[in-house]
Structure formats: structure tokens, C-alpha cells
């Protein structure tokens, strides 16, 4: 194993590629700091647990905690896991549609399916409350899962 550098980007300081010179060495015209073998196993370790890999004002690499998640970041993440359970359950909303398109006997009562439906309502309709995205989901029917 040869010598261990960090290249970074000098405007942020955060680190933008690992080297090693017995592989290939850091670019010629990269800002880069050299790196014991404890300084290099401590940075990926770091960056594999969320931390972000920089260079401090001396020059040292360091690893930062991440800047916490934005209102937006945390609404599209609330949004995904809210279309994430409407989706789940959109195989049942098909197949008691096809099953009274084909006039037979449905797999859900006529009250399951209502609330399966108010409960699908429950989930489009949480993005308008004054709390979201700081909202729980609505829990899913208990025949639901024993579909």
C-alpha cells in the first residue's frame, strides 16, 4: 500500500476523492492533503456513517455531521412514504373493481371497501393539514394485511 491523499475542492473544503500512489496518484492540479493509514480508515469509516469528509482551516481532514434535513427534504420524504402506502394498496382497489365489473362474489364486504377507500382518502388529504409534513399515516386496515 502506498501513500494515502485526499483530494478536495477548495471553495467547500469537502474532500472529493480518495488516492492511493501505489494506484494512481491524485491529479496534478487537484488541492490534495496526505493521509496516514489511520487518518484514511478513520475518513471512510466516518463518510459510511453519514459524516461528512472536509478539510479544516489548518488543512486537516475532519468529518462533519450533515447539515440536518431541509422542510423540503422532509416533506418529499413524507410525500414518498405517503404514495408509497397508496400504492400499496392499489391492487386491492383493482381486483374489487374487476370483481364487480365481472358480477361475481368480491374478496372485500361492501364496508371494507369503503374503508379501504376512506382510509386512501385519509392519506391524499394529509398534505393539506397544517402539520404535515410533521404528520403520522393514518394506520393501515386490519384486513389489509390479511389479504
Known sequence: MGQKYASYD??????????DDAICSPPKD???VKLTAAQYSAMLEGQSTGKKPSIDADGNP?????????DDAIAE???????????????????HQDELALGGATTLTADQYA????????????????????VDLPAVPDFVTAL
Open 30 to 32: 487537484a488541492q490534495y
Open 77 to 95: 420524504l413524507k410525500r414518498t412514504e405517503r404514495n408509497a402506502a397508496i400504492m400499496a394498496t392499489d391492487w386491492i382497489v383493482a381486483r
Open 10 to 19: 477548495v471553495a467547500t473544503r469537502t474532500i472529493t476523492g480518495y488516492y
Open 62 to 70: 475532519v468529518l462533519l455531521d450533515p447539515p440536518p434535513p431541509t
Open 115 to 134: 374503508s379501504l377507500l376512506a382510509y386512501r382518502k385519509t392519506l391524499r388529504d394529509l398534505p393539506d393539514l397544517a402539520e404535515w409534513p410533521s
